[in-house]
């Protein structure tokens, strides 16, 4: 295995790359380690930005105005602000005041809190994508459908929410990749991600271009994984009469 | 939904929004009555014109990034619907790789890889961190809007095509005289909606030390050092983006309602 | 169209590598410091503005404030030159003078042997200055050693990481000191470990970090030093002499007194004792 290593840093260092640091166990743990948790970041991020994403639908075509309206308020603020501020907002000061209320007993960690606040963020683009494809369900159907004695939350569960995700498989599919590479943001409160690990390694050793290689790569890779996955469950779940 | 506009309008203002007004009027009297007492929002005052001037440095930034941005999309976009191959490719490949690209990384990058000087001659021509950014900014920019180009002229019908073609139009005509300007239209909306995302992109600015407004709100919070006006900066700095962001958004979205059936 | 890594695999490195070049010969050509200083009749000092009393924004103004701003701008009167003022990070500053964005660094940046080694340094110090962690007043830690395995917060380019690492802290570094107290008042680390001249004067005034003490001996108390490019002789002797001037006419001690510095610094009693015997 370092034999290997050995080989790649030199054929890097012919090109005047220096990959030193992979030679190094610490700082080599500490890149592995980073993208493990980049990755654990993505899974648990996507999941739960569709599920907050799913709430947010729902809550949008309810019909009822004092659910409708403060979703609709949530949406905008979190669509028309950057992520990095609201994570500082959410992580620094949200966070210090939880601990001045409730002292110790604080169970988020920053991981939590990215989690949180990419989940809610990318859950209103999901949102939105969903509640344009709620609105694109025929009425016939519906119609067709409440005639048959459903109920409202029956008629969202069987009828309008599988016609809606495949109308809106698309969209969601770009967003969990803008989801992707916006989890690079959780460097910015100390995650341990692979960006933060990259940063801690190019400020000891200077080789700021080859770490960025690395990175773009990593996130090159990840996108592409999403993608396929994306391609793929479109192609199971495409409808006979929508096809493109 | 465009029927009963009309009938909405017949009722003025105040009375169609009684709960924003009353809010309005609120927040007015507490500012005031009650605000000048309390001393983060005094603080507030005392740093808002240090905040402004940052947020005037992300304003510059997005604005730059979105111009250079378009300028390059647009000749992307074109190149990546030419019927050569050999034209097409690097097209597509810079579209893959600037959309797939984290902005923060694309950012990390233009700013340490980058020179700080150019030397032109016998001038030195500064480079400085915040047009680093800009650079950085304008690289995903260019491949979205050459993607936004793209889907736009994807749209046009192939009708369009096909008449121009019978009526003895050149390629180069039928794109410039007939298909671009309808293009021009449609690209609109999602080009507005990529300068309100440039825009929230400029906050990563504050990462690599460009003096924005992130990076006043870090230094105004350690010297005042006090948790109501750290609290108050932080909300403060999300209401500025807010501010700016929405009106973009909302004029998007009544672009998008007027040209949908257009 | 399926989507292929190939072509961008091949492509990316030659962008990246003419990229590079063109840095390379760039930063090739630039001057001796000293000549290009009197050559151009300005001096570019990068400098720390992280608030506090070393480096801090004038909210009226606009304009940097601070020891550190005062300390380039006697430099710059003294050379004869214009100053133009940089703000630094600590996770760029080592980069801004290697590539010669800045001629000169006043960043609170103190002397260790590695960076002795990579940057050029004017060898009379300015300042003695070491680290210390805030913790809670009920915290379970007293001395450094008890660190171990715990997180501790810091800023990126802080030269306490080694020392820290070799505790075996897990270090969390943010973008500057701002938002690692943050971090402990949120109960992220148990430790914030910064200058002593920035984490003493916290917990001393109340009432906002009344639950909170240093923790005591210093860590690694080093001088303060400008630091040049490598080989630079000419510049650091010259600077070498501006400083030792600030010490012999107690300019340094009035500057730390103007702006409200506590604890002051034994460091600077000596040295402007040191050097009133030696000049006078």
Same mark, same amino acid.
């Given at each position: 295995?370092?034999?290997?290593?050995?080989l790649?840093?030199?054929?890097a260092?012919?090109?005047?790359?220096?990959?030193?640091f992979?030679?190094?166990?610490?700082?080599?743990?500490?890149?592995v380690?980073?993208?493990?948790?980049s990755?654990?970041l993505?899974?648990?991020t996507?999941?739960g930005?569709?599920?907050?994403g799913?709430?947010l639908?729902?809550?949008?075509?309810?019909?009822?105005?004092?659910i409708?309206?403060?979703?609709?308020?949530f949406?905008?603020?979190?669509?028309?602000?950057?992520? *990095?501020?609201?994570l500082?907002?959410?992580?620094l000061? *949200?966070?210090?005041?939880?601990?001045q209320?409730?002292?110790?007993?604080?169970?988020?960690?920053p991981?939590?809190?990215?989690?949180?606040v990419?989940?809610l963020?990318?859950?209103?683009f999901h949102?939105e994508a969903l509640?344009?494809?709620?609105?694109a369900?025929p009425?016939?159907?519906?119609?067709?459908?409440?005639?048959?004695?459903?109920?409202?939350?029956?008629?969202l569960?069987?009828?309008?929410?599988?016609l809606?995700?495949r109308f809106?498989?698309?969209?969601l599919?770009n967003?969990?990749?803008?989801l992707?590479?916006?989890?690079?943001?959780a460097s910015?409160?100390a995650?341990g991600?692979?960006?933060?690990?990259?940063?801690m390694i190019w400020?000891?050793s200077?080789?700021?271009l080859?770490?960025?290689?690395?990175?773009?790569?990593?996130?090159?890779?990840?996108?592409f994984?999403?993608n396929?996955?994306?391609?793929?469950?479109?192609?199971?779940?495409?409808?006979?009469g929508?096809g493109? | 939904?465009?029927t009963?506009?009309?009938?909405?309008?017949?009722?003025?203002?105040?009375r169609?929004?009684?709960g924003?007004?009353?809010?309005?009027?609120i927040?007015?009297?507490?500012?005031?009555?009650?605000?000048p007492?309390?001393?983060?929002?005094?603080?507030?005052l005392?740093?808002?014109?240090a905040?402004?001037?940052?947020?005037?440095?992300?304003?510059?930034?997005?604005?730059?990034?979105?111009?250079?941005?378009?300028?390059?999309?647009?000749?992307? &976009?074109a190149?990546?619907?030419?019927?050569?191959?050999?034209?097409?490719l690097?097209?597509?490949?810079w579209?893959?790789?600037?959309?797939?690209?984290?902005?923060?990384?694309?950012?990390?990058?233009?700013?340490?890889?980058?020179p700080?000087?150019?030397?032109?001659?016998?001038t030195?021509i500064a480079f400085?961190?915040?047009?680093?950014?800009?650079m950085?900014?304008?690289l995903?920019?260019?491949?979205?809007?050459?993607?936004v180009?793209?889907?736009?002229?994807?749209? %046009?019908?192939?009708t369009?095509?096909?008449?121009?073609?019978? =009526?003895?139009?050149?390629?180069?005509?039928?794109?410039?005289?007939?298909?671009l300007p309808?293009c021009?239209?449609?690209?609109?909306?999602?080009?507005?909606?990529?300068?309100?995302? %440039?825009t929230? &992109?400029?906050?990563l600015?504050s990462?690599?030390?460009?003096?924005? =407004?992130?990076?006043t709100?870090?230094?105004?919070?350690?010297?005042?050092?006090?948790?109501?006006?750290?609290?108050?900066?932080?909300?403060?700095?999300? &209401?500025?983006f807010f501010a700016w962001c929405?009106? %973009?958004?909302?004029?998007?979205?009544?672009?998008?309602?007027r040209?949908?059936?257009? | 169209?399926? !989507?292929t890594?190939?072509?961008?695999?091949r !492509?990316?490195?030659?962008?990246v590598?003419a990229?590079?070049?063109?840095?390379?010969?760039?930063a090739? /050509?630039?001057d001796?410091?000293l000549?290009?200083?009197?050559?151009?009749?300005?001096v570019?000092?990068?400098?720390?503005?992280?608030?506090?009393?070393?480096?801090s924004?004038?909210?009226?103004t606009?304009?940097?404030?601070?020891?550190?701003?005062?300390?380039?701008?006697?430099?710059?009167?003294?050379?004869?030159a214009?100053?133009?003022?940089?703000p630094?990070?600590p996770?760029?500053?080592?980069?801004?003078?290697?590539q010669?964005?800045?001629?000169?660094?006043?960043?609170?940046?103190?002397?260790t042997?590695?960076?002795?080694?990579?940057?050029g340094?004017?060898?009379?110090?300015? !300042?003695?200055?070491?680290?210390t962690a805030?913790?809670?007043?009920?915290?379970?830690?007293?001395?450094w050693?008890d $660190?171990?395995?715990?997180?501790?917060?810091?800023? /990126?380019?802080?030269s !306490?990481?080694?020392p820290?690492?070799?505790?075996?802290?897990?270090?969390?570094?943010?973008?500057?000191?701002?938002?690692?107290?943050?971090? $402990?008042?949120?109960?992220?680390?148990?430790?914030?470990v910064?200058?002593?001249?920035?984490?003493?004067?916290l917990?001393a005034?109340?009432p906002?970090?009344?639950?909170y003490r240093?923790?005591s001996?210093?860590?690694?108390p080093?001088?303060?030093v400008?630091?040049?490019?490598?080989?630079?002789?000419?510049?650091?002797?010259?600077l070498?002499?501006?400083?030792?001037g600030?010490?012999?006419?107690?300019w340094?001690?009035?500057?730390?007194?103007?702006h409200?510095i506590?604890?002051?610094?034994p460091?600077?009693?000596?040295?402007?004792?040191?050097?009133?015997?030696?000049?006078?």
């Amino acid at each position: 295995m370092t034999h290997l290593l050995e080989l790649l840093v030199q054929t890097a260092a012919r090109f005047g790359l220096n990959y030193g640091f992979l030679l190094d166990a610490y700082q080599r743990a500490s890149l592995v380690n980073g993208a493990l948790t980049s990755i654990a970041l993505c899974a648990v991020t996507i999941v739960g930005s569709l599920a907050a994403g799913l709430l947010l639908a729902s809550m949008l075509t309810s019909g009822r105005v004092w659910i409708a309206r403060p979703a609709r308020v949530f949406i905008e603020v979190t669509r028309n602000t950057p992520t *990095l501020v609201q994570l500082y907002c959410a992580f620094l000061v *949200l966070n210090m005041l939880l601990t001045q209320a409730i002292g110790t007993a604080n169970p988020l960690t920053p991981f939590a809190w990215v989690v949180i606040v990419i989940s809610l963020h990318k859950g209103a683009f999901h949102a939105e994508a969903l509640r344009a494809g709620i609105e694109a369900v025929p009425a016939v159907t519906l119609e067709a459908a409440s005639s048959l004695a459903f109920n409202s939350r029956q008629l969202l569960w069987n009828v309008q929410l599988p016609l809606a995700l495949r109308f809106a498989l698309p969209s969601l599919i770009n967003n969990l990749i803008d989801l992707v590479k916006m989890t690079a943001v959780a460097s910015a409160i100390a995650v341990g991600d692979i960006t933060y690990a990259s940063i801690m390694i190019w400020t000891q050793s200077d080789n700021v271009l080859e770490l960025m290689i690395l990175l773009l790569a990593f996130f090159g890779l990840l996108s592409f994984i999403v993608n396929c996955a994306g391609r793929a469950l479109e192609a199971r779940l495409r409808m006979p009469g929508y096809g493109h | 939904m465009a029927t009963d506009y009309p009938a909405a309008a017949s009722i003025s203002w105040p009375r169609r929004h009684p709960g924003k007004l009353l809010l309005a009027v609120i927040v007015v009297l507490w500012m005031a009555f009650g605000a000048p007492v309390n001393p983060a929002f005094v603080a507030l005052l005392e740093w808002s014109p240090a905040l402004a001037s940052g947020f005037g440095q992300n304003i510059v930034i997005s604005l730059l990034a979105i111009a250079l941005g378009s300028v390059a999309g647009l000749m992307i &976009g074109a190149l990546s619907a030419s019927p050569f191959r050999v034209a097409r490719l690097p097209a597509r490949i810079w579209v893959q790789v600037f959309r797939n690209a984290p902005w923060l990384v694309l950012i990390y990058f233009t700013t340490y890889v980058f020179p700080f000087e150019l030397h032109i001659g016998t001038t030195w021509i500064a480079f400085p961190d915040w047009v680093k950014v800009t650079m950085g900014l304008a690289l995903p920019a260019s491949a979205n809007v050459a993607e936004v180009f793209r889907g736009a002229m994807a749209s %046009i019908p192939d009708t369009q095509w096909e008449a121009s073609r019978s =009526l003895a139009f050149t390629r180069g005509q039928i794109v410039r005289s007939i298909i671009l300007p309808q293009c021009f239209k449609r690209m609109l909306p999602p080009w507005m909606n990529l300068y309100a995302v %440039i825009t929230m &992109g400029t906050a990563l600015a504050s990462l690599v030390g460009v003096h924005d =407004l992130i990076d006043t709100a870090q230094i105004a919070s350690n010297t005042v050092n006090r948790t109501g006006f750290t609290v108050l900066i932080y909300f403060s700095v999300l &209401g500025l983006f807010f501010a700016w962001c929405y009106p %973009i958004s909302r004029l998007t979205q009544r672009l998008e309602r007027r040209y949908a059936f257009s | 169209m399926p !989507y292929t890594r190939s072509p961008v695999a091949r !492509y990316l490195p030659l962008f990246v590598a003419a990229l590079t070049m063109l840095g390379g010969s760039v930063a090739a /050509q630039a001057d001796a410091t000293l000549d290009k200083i009197q050559q151009r009749h300005r001096v570019v000092v990068g400098v720390l503005l992280s608030g506090g009393p070393f480096g801090s924004i004038d909210p009226m103004t606009q304009k940097p404030k601070g020891l550190n701003v005062d300390l380039a701008e006697d430099v710059a009167r003294q050379l004869g030159a214009e100053v133009e003022l940089v703000p630094v990070l600590p996770a760029n500053r080592v980069q801004f003078l290697q590539q010669g964005k800045v001629d000169l660094l006043i960043a609170n940046m103190e002397w260790t042997v590695e960076r002795g080694e990579q940057l050029g340094f004017v060898p009379t110090p300015f !300042y003695r200055v070491g680290g210390t962690a805030a913790v809670l007043k009920d915290s379970a830690i007293t001395r450094w050693e008890d $660190l171990k395995d715990q997180p501790v917060c810091t800023s /990126q380019g802080s030269s !306490y990481i080694k020392p820290l690492t070799g505790f075996g802290a897990d270090i969390k570094a943010f973008k500057s000191s701002s938002e690692s107290l943050l971090a $402990l008042r949120g109960n992220n680390c148990v430790a914030a470990v910064h200058d002593a001249t920035l984490i003493n004067p916290l917990v001393a005034e109340g009432p906002e970090w009344q639950n909170y003490r240093a923790i005591s001996p210093e860590l690694n108390p080093a001088p303060s030093v400008i630091w040049t490019r490598p080989g630079e002789t000419d510049t650091q002797a010259r600077l070498d002499s501006i400083v030792k001037g600030w010490h012999r006419t107690g300019w340094l001690i009035d500057a730390e007194k103007r702006h409200h510095i506590s604890p002051p610094s034994p460091a600077l009693v000596e040295l402007h004792d040191k050097f009133q015997a030696a000049g006078a």
